[in-house]
């Protein structure tokens, strides 16, 4: 392992030393940008499903979908932690299933990989792909994977019996051995009760500013996603509207001819004589003025 990337220990032992930056990227320019950005760590999230692949929810991302992201943005990351999103359906089936899939994110380059919920089951899984020594990310809240069951994008964890469960989750996710766990969208005061009684790295998104880490969409903090954006969205810039005056700009160009430049952005033939020798004598031709 590359001696600068940041490991698994490095992260844990982040906790209550600095907070942790996560951001997610689906491809090798967008995970080139967050590394370069000194992230901590990279998560090729499903949510490549809504913001990259257009679906209205994560259910129909693949694990083939997710490794193919998962190749790209490792190849793009030379300093963060990369860590794969394991896709619905992929660890849902029976053990053995979900460490072979867990062994093919690590086959294609990610560090760790996330798994959503913490009820006894679903730490059954978490102790197998552990003990296949993947490191795993535990994820409690908001598990979009469970959206049908939830009944929507919702904020979890409001009243008492709900708030007790995802306290219990969590500390059966520290237990199971989770390097770090994702809390979204819950009540501040719960996720800063999490984050005090486990002993890892909690990172938040809509949980409020006592985690141990935040974590955002991509395209959502630089406003590439025209969807739906939650409250707990912090819009660093608009590059999706960048994006497309500069492509009206160069739209305008093609139309009026300006684009390309027959100076500065064309090739030409070496000399007068060469373009003769092609085209035959008498065919006038105008080299253009070197720049
Ligand atoms: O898929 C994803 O992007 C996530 C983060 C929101 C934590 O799971």
Known sequence: MDSKRITVPA??????????????????????????????????????????????????????????????????????????????????????????????????????????????SRIRVIEAILDAEIPVMGHVGLTPQSVNALGGFKLQGKNLVDAHRLVDEAEALDQAGCFAIVLECVPSELAAMITERVSVPTIGIGAGPACDGQVLVFHDLLGLYDG???????????IGDEMRAAIEHYRADVRDGSFPDDAKESFHAASADELRALYGEGVVIEMPKAQ
């Open 11 to 120: 992260v844990r032992a982040m906790k209550g030393v600095k907070r942790i930056g996560m951001i997610t990227a689906y491809d090798y320019p967008s995970a080139k940008v967050a590394d370069a950005a000194a992230s901590d760590i990279i998560l090729v999230g499903d949510s490549l499903g809504m913001v990259v692949l257009g679906y209205p929810d994560t259910l129909s991302v693949t694990v083939d979908d997710m490794l193919h992201h998962t190749r790209a943005a490792v190849r793009g990351a030379s300093h963060a932690l990369v860590v794969g999103d394991m896709p619905y359906l992929s660890y849902h089936v029976s053990v053995e299933d979900s460490v072979r899939n867990a062994g093919r994110f690590v086959q294609a380059g990610a560090h760790a990989v996330k798994v959503e919920g913490g009820k006894p």
């Open 228 to 238: 739906h954006t939650s409250k707990f969205v912090r819009r660093y810039a608009n």
